[in-house]
């Protein structure tokens, strides 16, 4: 750390920087993934409508803030608000209405200025890590979290996408860092800053609800600060309380002005009931091979162990075993950054589908200042601790520049070597639909007859020139014809967990193909012939 010592500012903006501009330059090769193909237009829908109709089961707020752009570049709406209202019963035709406004104009122009909104969520995101870690720790500290935010692939894959987990984290982190100076110096301005970025967390997600009980747990800790005593620790008590359920209402009143102020007083709850109700109840979650109705308890712990550079882990394992030894800050510090890592690591653990560590990205920034930490530990030492953290950065870097530009199908030494994430997880963990432009681009120099894809997403492979007949995952669960096949990551992971439920032979080709190509680290190319 002395080397970074030596011009902090210098260092600091270039890592923003890059927090910035390594999504946004990522972003132009990445094709739509699933969820964008319904995000973005929905997004698009709700400003010129005025009409909160499409994609129930998410707030509106990432969704309004991407498509703002799309305001200034003539965007066409695919149907009407009357043809919208009609059909948005349907849970299915927020993507048809996606894939019409998206490819039936320029797909990739609308996604590259959709997706700057994302990307500056993130730079903000970083420069609040950065803040909070130099308020506890210095420095040194704040340039050490943020480079484990710039670093860590996961981070970068969803920076640069139209989706809600970023943008929680977020204005979650930043709602949290503005209570804490509240509880601190109450003023009314920080009140209603607090009450403000609240609102805009619960707008961003329907899981950012648990900021209010998370805030509430935290107040609560602040109140036993200060005069000793039954009657003062009861009114402190009463004062921080009530503080919060201020902030709540004026979360409540940002987010009636976020759904265009709607008469039913309920109509936050009423998205609440429609959380997944795309989803097959009958659906099985992959982990580790099997497909099970339901999923696992632990499946986001997995993901996180599996996705995460193991120099992120070594580190923050260094951190608790430092704070152990007595490297802490005082007790409300410590308590706002493990409480709501811990809440929204159970949270998400109890109640969200199996679909990818995505979900966790609102823990990773809590993870991070809790790391830095050791950032002066290794300052004051020097030594082999000093090379130690030298070295897991480096680690770090090496790995970030292996994966490039797919950070999204990065997985660490746990899964093998060479990683083989399609043996641990599915889903938006290993492909989520981003691929076609390398696809076409690998497919312009080495074209094929006889092509069949199965593809995992919700965009149009056709757009990009990709002719192929489409093959579902249950038909690649039988024996193979002659010609190319594409298969997605995702579709490789679930075909031959299929096929070895329904026993060995000609059917379970794919555990035994080898594949000529992985294009995009995602799309797997086989010849049979």
Partial sequence: MVALGRGPVLVRALLLAASFCVPAFLMAGKSATFDEVAHLPAGFSYLRTRAITLNLEHPPLIKELCALPLLLLGARM??????????????????????????????????????????????????????????????NAALLALALYVLDPTITAHAQLVTTDVGLAFFATLFLLLLRGYL??????????CGVTLGLGLGAKFSGVILVPIAMVLALIASMRGEPGLGARSRRTIACLAAVGLMTAIACAVLWAMYFFPSDPFFYLEGLKVVNRDRDPNYRFYLMGDLRPGGWDLYLLVAWLVKTPLAS?????????????????????????????VAFFAGYSMTSDNLGVRYLVPCFPFFFIFASRIAGCVAWSGGWPRDGLALCLLWMLIEFVAIWPDHLCYFNQIAGVP???????????????????????????HPSRDLRLCYFGAADPGYYGIRAENVTISELTRPPQRGTYIVSANCVARATALARLRGAGAESWLATATARAVVGHALYVYDLR
Avoid: K
């Fill in 78 to 139: 695919p149907a009407g608000a009357p043809t919208i209202a009609r059909s948005s019963a349907s849970p299915t035709y927020q993507w048809e209405f996606g894939r019409q406004f998206l490819y039936r104009q320029d797909a990739d122009r609308l996604l590259f200025w959709g997706r700057m909104p994302a990307v500056a969520l993130s730079l903000g995101l970083a420069a609040v890590v950065t803040i909070w870690a130099r308020r506890l720790w210095g420095e």
């Fill in 184 to 193: 601190e110096t109450p003023r009314l301005a920080r009140l209603l800053l």
């Fill in 313 to 341: 882990l070594l580190l923050l394992g260094a951190s608790v075993l430092v704070f152990l030894r007595g490297r802490r800050a005082a007790l409300l510090d410590e308590a706002f950054l493990v409480v709501p890592a």
């Fill in 419 to 445: 990683p083989r994430g399609s043996e641990w997880l599915d889903d938006s963990n290993v492909d989520w639909g981003q691929g076609l432009l390398q696809l076409r681009d690998y497919l312009a120099e």
